[in-house]
């Protein structure tokens, strides 16, 4: 049965775009496959909680999911059976999946009686007018390197199926959200167009950055001296290293800024730097009289 979006978020029906994407983070971030490997539990819990960020973190999916046109599992429920839980006794929706094992990626094709379903019903329905129907979606999970999702890039990715697609990824995707690939899914039975292939993102960490919405944060160590007196340190991004200017008496928790080195959004995002002074001989000798006499 699909679950309602809503209470795996743990987020009230009343809650706003930001309260649930703040949710939807905070139980990425805790239950990421990175974290907790080889344990299957964690990672359907990861997958249920993308699965719920894709319809509420959507405002169409989200707005059909409210007024009980399409459940938890984004399926339409325009058939006995249909309806999201809450919407009455007994509601609820039931999918059938296969999926194959071709790293990094993980296919799912949807209900195998949606063939025989469609044929009761008209067309209109689904796109608006006559004609033939189109086919099936086809869903992925396709991890993306964090550099990609901050940069934009385009990359050849190879299906479960064995096909090799080339994906533009645009920056700022984030885990959870979906890449929509046009006429890649499944051939229509009825001689219409064919589905979509729905690539479901999940973003690697980096041991570097930490993402702030469209915003960089991550630490940077500085000698004493270069605290004290000041001086330039080379600071890594994801699109290559620069030099950063310390001011002289700075102190570990100082915060600088990279304008414009954050997320390559429009405007892009800027990289913040926090400062952690560490002395490059704990032991010296003069540092210890300096101590002793200060």
Do not use: C
Request: aromatic share 6%; net charge positive.
């Amino acid at each position: 049965m699909a679950i309602d979006p809503y209470i795996v978020l743990g987020v009230p029906r009343s809650a706003t775009e930001a309260e649930i994407k703040k949710a939807y983070r905070t139980k990425a971030k805790a239950l990421h496959p990175d974290t907790y490997k080889d344990d299957p539990k964690k990672e359907e819990e990861f997958k249920r909680v993308s699965s719920a960020y894709e319809i509420l973190g959507d405002k169409e999916k989200k707005a059909k999911f409210d007024r009980g046109e399409i459940d938890g599992d984004g399926n339409p429920t325009g058939f006995p059976g249909g309806g999201h839980p809450g919407a009455g006794p007994g509601a609820g929706s039931y999918r059938w999946q296969s999926s194959s094992g071709a790293s990094p990626f993980e296919g799912a094709q949807g209900d195998p009686f949606e063939d025989i379903l469609s044929g009761m019903f008209s067309s209109r329905s689904r796109r608006g007018g006559p004609g033939p129907q189109k086919g099936r979606d086809v869903r992925y999970r396709v991890q993306v390197d964090f550099e990609d999702a901050v940069l934009g890039a385009r990359r050849r990715m190879t299906m479960a199926d064995g096909r090799a697609l080339d994906v533009n990824i645009p920056a700022g995707i984030d885990t959870g959200q979906t890449l929509r690939l046009k006429s890649q899914g499944q051939q229509s039975p009825y001689g219409g167009p064919p589905g979509d292939a729905l690539l479901e993102v999940d973003v690697r960490p980096s041991s570097i950055w930490e993402r702030d919405d469209k915003n960089l944060r991550m630490k940077l160590p500085v000698s004493l001296k270069v605290a004290v007196l000041g001086g330039s340190v080379d600071v890594k991004t994801p699109s290559g290293s620069v030099s950063l200017k310390v001011p002289a008496g700075s102190n570990t928790g100082a915060q600088l800024r990279l304008k414009g080195k954050g997320v390559k959004t429009s405007p892009p995002g800027d990289l913040y730097v926090r400062l952690e002074i560490v002395l490059d001989n704990p032991k010296d000798d003069g540092l210890r009289k300096w101590a002793e006499n200060s």
